[in-house]
């Protein structure tokens, strides 16, 4: 926690520290964009203030649907987060499948349960708030379990020797020990619920800043793209902000950054038995789940489709074998898109943390900045990259690669924090170089956050993907998502969401297994 | 028979014995007494499992073999009348609560009524007076243990169980606490437990000192301390005192000794 304290240091005075970096940023975007003007690709600073002076009522009147709508699915996740959190607390057993589930349901892809959740709402705020809602649990749950657990073993011994039980422990203990975690996680979540809202809203809302940003990338009108894209970003970090405001109000302590997933305390069994009884565990509920509530629910069988009327859509119907080949042709378009913006990220985020490392007071400047725009949703830079770099390949690498970027830089860089100090004074005292000490001790220090961050990654990255190709790229999992939604085809669009999220799910369970086996050698106490 | 809080207990461990999972042997079966309203050392090496044995007399590990008894009650019988108390060896203070507020939190979860006076002077015994309302990250590691062993003595437990309670305490503040602390919990009448491995500390705070062999923890010696009480600063000059801290080094060797032909002899 207290390398951590370093990060919330420089936030304490964002402007001070921030507005260096911010003004760098502002000048170059008006160079760029006025020496493009009559491109229709960027529009300048200035340009874009003019537009927003011109059309504030407009844009505050969206701005204000989005945010309630935002602010409505917040709760409702982070109360689903809690909810899920004490299942698993008082009923330990249930873990696996809690957080097997929630991964799923958190790897379902935006922008496919979009449109689902706008045919079962109709038009309304319904699919904003749910989508909102689906944006944020994961991110409250994941380090709430985790808080629970981040005690010393002697903190309960204490509660036990004066002859008090569980709900004692979780009353004095686990509940305090979990606010750092709980705001560490509320804070990702408040931009999250914004970039939830916000897609809901592309799905054919009534008002919304989303709403106008599907209208201004059809109109071509650049200066409203690049308004909307600002505002959007500036209440994803106000939120991000104001979250951290609150934390520091709250607590002593800066928010510690989650690394491992929550432990399983139920360790019985040889491993891959239990791997194996535990897949299959998530895969029955999941079934049961989405099975259970069309069911119970009781909607329309035309466009609710259950895991059997996929199954046959896919296996046995009479044109399986046409739906497999489109969806495999999808799933090839998406991958090869989604992997070398997924790498370049990964890359070109660590890689600066290296740089920032070694040049300290560059760092200084550009860290606050990272760490806000870690909070811009993807979806308003979206139709910006598109503007930009055409509805090409490139495009759409860039983005996920961006997207993958701010995440992997922020965790990287408080990964390096985080080598030992008596470890860097033995280094130094041997007078080793910089290079020296980064290679053989903060890189290594590093590697436990670096695949926190590529793991977690992996939905961002599919989320990211899905959305360019729904869009605008006209390939892959998303553009089909599209297409059968359009037309009506809702057999190829739920198997289509089966498929990215199945993507999203292995792709995170992968880096997963890579990131245990590397924890085991660099930082074993994170896996115990 | 229940254990009666208002008295000091005789705790009885029958053939006491624990085995880790994995078969690795902490603590061979063990008889041991400590008699009512004494208090008594053990004394082993690190890792020896003096610790363990504290642990299943405070009901917190379950025994592989055997049993203890709390005058004739199993531990979960005085644990749920609070009647005793543990100083772990890490101090295990809840950071967001200051030092009273770690204190208090024993009464509260002890159900005793929190008596503010009761828990400045306590404070004061330690010697952490001006520190009350400090938080654990601001004090050193002595300091963070004094506050954990005021903690132990603030529900007036019945039953203390002492893990290396002064292992990160200074020397000197360390012969304040050895002078101090006894005469809290003789003029209360309290069963005392103390696992240490320092030899002096053992034979100034204690009626009685059993010294353990190397893992699996074997009783070696129980040798009787008959030194006068209250004990006294000078005291740690006196023949008598050399004697008996010699009787404890010897035995400590010997154990040693046994331990190493046992590994030879294998």
């Given at each position: 926690m207290t390398a951590a304290s370093g990060l919330a240091a420089s936030q304490h005075n964002p402007w001070r520290t921030t507005l260096p970096g911010l003004l760098i940023v502002l000048l170059v975007w008006e160079g760029v964009g006025r020496s493009m003007g009559?491109?229709?690709?960027l529009a300048p600073p200035s340009l874009v203030l003019l537009w927003l002076g011109d059309n504030a009522g407009l844009v505050g009147r969206a701005l204000s649907a989005t945010l309630s709508n935002a602010a409505v699915g917040f709760v409702l996740g982070n109360l689903a987060a809690l909810l899920l959190a004490a299942m698993a607390l008082v009923w330990p057993a249930s873990q696996r499948i809690v957080t097997g589930v929630a991964l799923v349901v958190f790897c379902l892809p935006l922008v496919a349960t979009g449109p689902i959740l706008r045919v079962m709402?109709?038009?309304?705020?319904g699919p904003q708030i749910v989508l909102a809602a689906l944006a944020v649990y994961y991110t409250t749950l994941i380090p709430l379990l985790v808080g629970m657990r981040a005690a010393p073993a002697s903190w309960f011994d204490l509660v036990r020797s004066y002859g008090r039980g569980p709900l004692a422990a979780l009353g004095y203990i686990r509940l305090m020990a979990s606010l750092p975690y709980l705001f560490a996680g509320l804070q990702i979540a408040a931009p999250a619920a914004i970039l939830g809202a916000m897609v809901g809203e592309f799905t054919?809302?009534?008002?919304g800043l989303g709403v106008l940003t599907v209208r201004a990338m059809r109109s071509l009108d650049v200066e409203m793209t690049w308004a909307l894209a600002s505002v959007a970003t500036f209440a994803a970090v106000a939120a991000y902000w104001g979250i951290g405001a609150l934390t520091r109000a709250v607590l002593r302590d800066a928010p510690p950054l989650i690394l491992a997933p929550p432990r399983d305390d139920t360790r019985r069994g040889a491993p891959l038995l239990r791997a194996i009884t535990g897949l299959g565990g998530v895969i029955a509920a999941i079934l049961v789940l989405w099975g259970g509530s069309i069911a119970l629910f009781g909607l329309n069988p035309f466009f609710a489709k259950g895991p059997w009327d996929v199954a046959h859509a896919v296996f046995?119907?009479?044109?399986a074998a046409q739906t497999r080949a489109s969806l495999g042709v999808a799933l090839m378009g998406t991958v090869l898109l989604l992997v070398p913006g997924y790498l370049a990220g990964l890359a070109a985020g660590a890689g600066l943390a290296v740089v920032f490392t070694l040049l300290p007071k560059l760092a200084g400047t550009m860290m606050p900045l990272a760490i806000a725009l870690r909070?811009?949703?993807i979806v308003t830079t979206a139709p910006l990259v598109v503007l930009l770099?055409?509805?090409?390949a490139t495009g759409t690498i860039v983005l996920v690669a961006v997207m993958v970027f701010f995440p992997t830089l922020v965790a990287c860089l408080h990964g390096l924090r985080q080598a030992p100090g008596q470890v860097m004074d033995v280094f130094n005292s041997y007078a080793a170089s910089p290079l020296q000490r980064l290679v053989r001790v903060q890189i290594p220090a590093m590697l436990p956050a670096f695949f926190a961050a590529a793991r977690m990654a992996v939905p961002a990255a599919v989320l990211a993907v899905t959305v360019v190709e729904w869009l605008a790229?006209?390939?892959?999992v998303g553009t089909l998502m599209a297409l059968s939604a359009s037309v009506s085809d809702y057999d190829m669009l739920w198997a289509a969401v089966v498929l990215a999220a199945s993507l999203s799910a292995l792709g995170y369970a992968g880096v997963g297994l890579i990131e245990s086996r590397i924890l085991r050698i660099y930082a074993p106490e994170q896996l115990t | 028979m229940r254990p009666d809080v208002t008295h000091p207990p005789t705790v009885t461990c029958d053939s006491l014995g624990k085995t880790w999972?994995?078969?690795?042997?902490?603590?061979?079966p063990t008889d041991l007494v400590l008699h009512a309203g004494q208090t008594t050392a053990l004394v082993g090496p690190?890792?020896?499992?003096k610790s363990t044995i504290l642990r299943m007399v405070a009901g917190l590990e379950t025994p592989s073999t055997g049993c203890v008894t709390i005058d004739g009650a199993p531990p979960a019988e005085i644990l749920r009348r609070a009647g005793l108390s543990v100083a772990f060896?890490?101090?295990?203070?809840?950071?967001?609560?200051?030092v009273r507020g770690n204190i208090e939190l024993a009464l509260t979860l002890a159900r005793h009524p929190v008596d503010r006076a009761a828990v400045d002077q306590l404070i004061m015994l330690v010697g952490l007076d001006g520190f009350g309302?400090?938080?654990?990250?601001?004090?050193?590691g002595g300091m963070r243990q004094r506050a954990a062993i005021a903690r132990a003595l603030a529900t007036e437990p019945r039953l203390l169980l002492l893990d290396e309670?002064?292992?990160?305490?200074d020397e000197l503040t360390r012969q304040q606490l050895v002078q101090d602390l006894p005469r809290i919990w003789e003029a209360r009448g309290t069963t005392t437990l103390l696992v240490t491995h320092s030899v002096t500390e053992a034979v100034m705070l204690s009626d009685r000192v059993i010294v353990l062999s190397p893992?699996?923890?074997?009783?070696v010696a129980d040798i009787d301390?008959?030194?006068?009480?209250?004990?006294?600063?000078?005291?740690?000059?006196?023949p008598e005192f050399v004697t008996l801290v010699d009787d404890v080094f010897a035995a400590l060797s010997h154990g040693a000794a046994m331990a190493d032909r046992t590994i030879a002899a294998q």
């Open positions: 009559g491109t229709y690709l709402f109709g038009p309304g705020n054919g809302a009534e008002r046995w119907a009479s044109d909070s811009v949703p770099l055409g509805r090409g790229t006209g390939i892959g | 999972k994995g078969g690795l042997a902490a603590v061979s690190s890792g020896c499992g060896q890490d101090p295990s203070l809840l950071p967001w609560r200051t309302d400090t938080r654990p990250a601001e004090l050193s309670p002064f292992g990160a305490v893992r699996p923890a074997k009783v301390i008959p030194l006068p009480r209250p004990r006294f600063p000078g005291l740690a000059r006196t």
